[in-house]
């Protein structure tokens, strides 16, 4: 049986080696080591794909890697497509006899390669129905190339292409809701988690990874340069987005939702106390965006309540 | 910043979206990359400021066609890119060609092949020049060399692009866009205004206006391709554009394009001792149309041509094509990213056209 113990995972030789340049503080390394560490027990290998991004860049400039498994990089919008052909080619070759190995398929990309560029091979590779899992380490912009907004920025944040100042007050645009647009894939699973529910994570990477079909997970993955927040933090605003339920944590198994935690009114927090950590959001305080704060919350009360009767209704069903 | 008179320090990328805004873009698209980001956020910041609508997309396709509607509605109009972002968007410059629109397209070249990397390159000259997409068009290609030029160029380009309703690149690569130089405005207050009755505005009061590139009938095609030829045979007849130094009738010319040329220009004012015959540089503006005659005319007397270029050696067949076999025309490819340096140059100057080289 795969472990998702800390200890016993952390005797467990780093599939994702130290050294590598990502930033201190970045959310993406944590969501793709603890990932492989995971999918990689007992008798299964991984093999993976990356969308260009952070996580790319950071691990796998020539001739260095950090990654301790086989790993394809082509283009910004394959991720999907890369792994849909590696996870062909393992079909008809284990048909053949000529692998026995039991390999599991994992695809990453950050939400730029993912919600934006990379959403048409996404949406292909599910629709299609390979037998892999897409990891999707969401830090809500374009920061490999210097923080532009992409369609996981949610409104009201700053970047270097929606900007605030005395005219705009950062996106505009609310967050799409990724998660919900694969769901209605009618894949057999998808997940959103967070990093500071460190086995919650494992165990939906291993529930993923063990299906049969697609499938996809969400990680919110902090980014201390674009999020202007402090690198020592990371964990922590994990764990304030899921009690501000700006990121709720949920699973949808063969179309039933379920959520995974539900703040108790002690811990629920207002999204202020989420906006007032991040430098990106400063601006919202001032007296002239200040409603957009009420706005948010509203925003992020409707979607908790929409995830609140959609779970009511699955489990009566 | 539109009252300042004097020097701005601006980026060659910032100095080409400035000069956009000034030169009448009310529309732009566009989509992260490096090394052109410093365009795109300066849009960001600007373009709504200054009555225009800054998008971006959710990929280059997008972006790309997302230029091609405003370009039908008849507003100026603008995407930049580096290179594999040039390469997404080759679909919708044929489409605009196609439909003979007016666009502006910003290429901040990379290095090449595939991801290749993100220092400066020439590599996407024979894509900028031949036609990157399908079918028989051009594109007006224009490569700045400053971060003046990038200004200079990019408020020309929507010029030449409403002139002759076609898309225009300006080839610009990693140095020139990241630099930071002292930038004037003084001379981009008034745009042109062109008449454009094609333009689809709302046809209430007269005869609807269809833009298309698509033609069935064999004959129909054929008839607009020829068309097209006849437009891109008057644009090289009249839009050569280039600069030479050195002074006329050289006996050993260089030729250079972009930022590469820069560093020939300054060989140019103290050339190596041992090389006994004047050296000059001819520097291609316009990269299509290529200005072969005027390089025929300012070679006419050479006894050698060297052609230093920052990708494998794409232009120099342009060069070879122009001097047609009269005078040796000799290659100093520099592929993979970065300027060559001057030293190197000047070894190869000597050692190709000296009779006794000096030992390095």
Redesign the interface.
């Known amino acids: 049986m795969p472990t998702t113990n800390l200890k016993e995972l952390s005797e467990m030789p780093e599939l994702l080696s130290g050294g590598h340049a990502a930033c201190p503080g970045c959310g993406g390394p944590i969501a793709i080591r603890q990932a492989l560490l995971a999918a990689q027990q007992d008798d299964s290998y991984v093999v993976t794909s990356s969308a260009?991004g952070c996580m790319e860049v950071v691990t796998s400039i020539y001739p260095n890697s950090a990654w301790r498994v086989p790993f394809v990089?082509?283009?910004?919008?394959n991720s999907a497509s890369t792994i849909s052909g590696a996870e062909a080619a393992y079909q008809s070759l284990k048909r053949q006899g000529k692998i026995k190995k039991n390999i599991k398929f994992i695809a990453f990309g950050g939400d730029?390669g993912t919600y934006?560029?990379g959403?048409q091979a996404l949406s292909g590779a599910l629709e299609r129905g390979h037998d892999f899992t897409y990891i999707c380490y969401d830090n809500e912009a374009?920061m490999?190339?210097?923080i532009?907004?992409s369609?996981a920025t949610p409104m009201g944040a700053f970047t270097?292409?929606?900007?605030a100042g005395k005219?705009?007050y950062g996106k505009t645009q609310t967050k799409k809701d990724l998660t919900a647009i694969c769901a209605a894939h009618g894949i057999p699973y998808v997940a959103q988690v967070s990093l500071h529910r460190s086995r919650d994570y494992l165990k939906k990477i291993q529930k993923a990874v063990n299906t049969e079909g697609p499938c996809f997970i969400n990680v919110l993955s902090p980014c201390p340069r674009g999020w202007r927040c402090k690198p020592e933090d990371t964990i922590r605003l994990c764990e304030l987005a899921v009690n501000t339920r700006v990121w709720p944590v949920y699973e949808i198994e063969n179309g039933r939702l379920s959520i995974s935690y539900k703040p108790s009114e002690k811990k629920q927090k207002p999204v202020r106390d989420w906006l007032e950590t991040q430098g990106r959001f400063k601006h919202l305080f001032s007296p002239k965006n200040e409603h957009l704060i009420e706005k948010i919350q509203e925003d992020i009360d409707t979607r908790w309540n929409d995830l609140l009767r959609r779970e009511a209704c699955d489990q009566q069903n | 910043m539109t009252e300042n008179k004097g020097k701005i320090l601006f980026s060659g990328n910032e100095a080409a979206a400035e000069a956009a805004i000034r030169a009448g873009c009310k529309f732009y698209a566009g989509y992260p990359i490096t090394p052109q980001n410093e365009l795109i956020a300066y849009m960001a910041d600007q373009l709504p400021l200054r009555d225009g609508v800054f998008v971006q997309a959710e990929s280059e396709l997008a972006a790309i066609n997302m230029v091609f509607g405003a370009a039908a509605s008849g507003v100026r109009t603008m995407t930049s890119s580096s290179s594999p972002g040039i390469s997404l968007k080759q679909e919708g410059i044929s489409y605009i060609a196609g439909s003979e629109l007016p666009a502006v397209i910003i290429n901040v070249q990379r290095g090449g092949p595939g991801l290749g990397g993100i220092g400066s390159a020439q590599g996407d000259y024979f894509q900028s020049t031949r036609s990157g997409g399908h079918g028989d068009y051009r594109c007006m290609v224009l490569a700045p060399a400053t971060a003046q030029e990038m200004a200079d160029m990019t408020f020309l380009a929507f010029d030449l692009a409403d002139m002759y309703r076609m898309p225009v690149i300006v080839l610009s690569d990693a140095v020139t866009g990241q630099m930071m130089e002292g930038i004037c405005f003084d001379d981009m207050e008034e745009p042109k205004k062109w008449s454009k009755p094609w333009a689809l505005t709302g046809a209430t009061g007269r005869e609807r206006n269809i833009v298309h590139s698509f033609h069935l009938d064999q004959e129909e095609l054929e008839n607009f391709n020829k068309k097209l030829q006849a437009k891109y045979e008057a644009i090289k007849q009249k839009e050569c554009r280039f600069e030479t130094a050195g002074g006329d009738a050289p006996e050993y010319v260089m030729v250079a394009f972009g930022s590469c040329a820069r560093t020939l220009k300054q060989i140019v004012t103290d050339p190596p001792e041992e090389l006994k015959g004047k050296l000059g540089l001819f520097r291609p503006i316009t990269l299509w149309p290529f200005p072969g005659e005027a390089l025929a005319q300012y070679a006419a007397s050479a006894k050698g041509v060297l052609t230093v270029e920052m990708n494998a050696g794409q232009m120099v067949e342009d060069v070879r094509l122009t001097v047609n076999g009269k005078i040796p025309v000799h290659l100093m490819p520099h592929p993979g990213g970065g300027i060559p340096v001057e030293a190197r140059i000047r070894k190869k100057l000597t050692s190709l056209f000296c009779d006794d080289p000096p030992k390095q």
């Open positions: 260009t990089h082509s283009a910004f919008e730029g934006d560029i959403l374009y490999n190339t210097g532009q907004r369609g270097n292409t929606a900007q005219v705009g």
